[in-house]
């Protein structure tokens, strides 16, 4: 099991950046795709990003692609989401997710654990 805890998130004006960082506890990332999904209001849970702890390959959501970059740090255990360029649209729950099952997933139903998000704010 590994508990997941995001962090980062907040109120930021339309061009402005934020960077999220996701926490794992219980065991460390090492054999774990650990991904970023997004919630608006009224909307379905969308990915955003993903990226492979071993190797640290990476794979993004086109509407984010060149704005958002995920990173790992081996250290500290975290994956981190800077945001730049943030959009009105980007408005959303930010969630983590992580799972050993599969190397390439963008869907939800692929991660078996999940953070309990946190809010982004971006105001026009």
């Known amino acids: 099991q590994v508990q997941l805890v995001e962090s980062g998130g907040g109120l930021v004006q339309a061009g402005g950046s934020l960077r999220l960082s996701c926490a794992a506890s219980g065991r460390t990332f090492s054999s774990y795709v650990v991904a970023w999904f997004r919630q608006a209001p009224g909307k379905e849970r969308e990915f955003v990003a993903r990226?492979?702890?071993?190797?640290?390959?990476?794979y993004y959501a086109d509407s984010v692609k060149g704005r958002f970059t995920v990173s790992r740090d081996n250290a500290k255990n975290t994956v981190d989401l800077q945001m730049n360029s943030l959009k009105p649209e980007d408005s959303a729950v930010y969630y983590c997710a992580a799972t050993q099952r599969y190397l390439s997933a963008t869907t939800a139903t692929s991660y078996d654990y999940w953070g309990q998000g946190t809010q982004v704010t971006v105001s026009s």
């Open positions: 990226i492979r702890w071993s190797g640290g390959s990476t």
